[in-house]
């Protein structure tokens, strides 16, 4: 069984800062690509960021200059820090890994933390 665990949402003013955090655990054999993903009230999913095992980082055009993703593979986290927010970053805010735990990789979800940025 894996098991990914998001942290670190909540209310935040416009203009302010949030860190995600989010760890996977269980039987992992390899971490693959990790990401951030955001889904808003009547809105389809999406990426917002994502960082490949050998660091290599993604971001979706609306979040570059203002969020960055960092991993700890020691600690099979991935990490998001999202400053100068905007009311339009609100949404439940998901993490996606591909982990082998001795075959393939899937990919695995949290079950997401919500971001509500507003005054």
């Known amino acids: 069984q894996v098991q990914l665990v998001e942290s670190g949402g909540g209310l935040v003013q416009p203009g302010g800062s949030l860190r995600l955090s989010c760890t996977a655990s269980?039987?992992?054999?390899?971490?693959?690509?990790m990401g951030w993903y955001r889904q808003a009230p009547g809105e389809q999913r999406e990426l917002v960021a994502s960082?490949?095992?050998?660091?290599?980082?993604n971001y979706a055009t609306s979040v570059k200059g203002r969020f960055t993703i960092s991993r700890d593979n020691a600690k099979n986290t991935v990490l998001l820090q999202m400053n100068s927010l905007k009311p339009e970053d609100t949404a439940v805010y998901y993490c996606?890994?591909?982990?082998?735990?001795?075959?393939?990789?899937?990919?695995?979800w949290g079950k997401g933390t919500p971001v509500t940025v507003s005054s």
């Open positions: 960082i490949t095992s050998g660091r290599l980082s």
């Open positions: 269980g039987s992992i054999f390899s971490v693959g690509t």
């Open positions: 996606k890994a591909g982990i082998s735990t001795g075959g393939p990789y899937f990919d695995y």
